[in-house]
């Protein structure tokens, strides 16, 4: 599958349209190797650096729900509380299973040697990029973040 398809499955995947075209290649992009896409290679970087924004965009979202929260006597929840609940939820094996049950493992763009499943470290790297680049497009918006993620 092409680039550009890979791309458009993405958009329905999560329902936006990106604007920025290269972001959005950015985030699937497993490979640092040059990429075919409209009608030129491009050498587009591996979706690491948008795989920390979107760590930390899902971190801010979870840690703002936690501030929030009470137990049930009515107290607010400790720091030790936060780290189990991030340690929880947070895990690559969550976000796999998340980024596999979508299907975006048809999308995510691998080594052209790499044949079968990606791995699950992978997947998690991919979904939390997806995240990162949604934020960036969104001009840096949690709102629009959240507003796609679910």
Not at 51 to 62: C, N, Q, T
Not at 104 to 133: C, F, Q, T, W, Y
Not at 136 to 147: I, K, W
């Amino acid at each position: 599958m092409d680039v550009a398809h890979k791309l458009a499955l993405l958009e329905r995947m999560i329902n936006r349209i990106f604007n920025q075209n290269l972001l959005r290649v950015e985030s699937i992009n497993s490979d640092g190797q040059p990429v075919f896409y409209s009608g030129q290679w491009r050498q587009i970087g591996k979706n690491d650096r948008l795989a920390i924004v979107g760590d930390r965009v899902i971190d801010m979202v979870l840690c703002t729900s936690w501030f929030d929260v009470r137990n049930a006597e009515g107290r607010l929840l400790t720091k030790g509380q936060w780290s189990e609940l991030q340690g929880d939820l947070v895990t690559d094996d969550r976000l796999a299973r998340r980024g596999f049950s979508l299907g975006l493992d048809d999308v995510v763009i691998k080594n052209p040697g790499h044949h079968g499943r990606i791995s699950n470290g992978m997947m998690a790297n991919a979904v939390e990029a997806i995240i990162g680049a949604v934020y960036v497009d969104s001009g840096y918006s949690l709102d629009a973040t959240v507003e796609n993620a679910e």
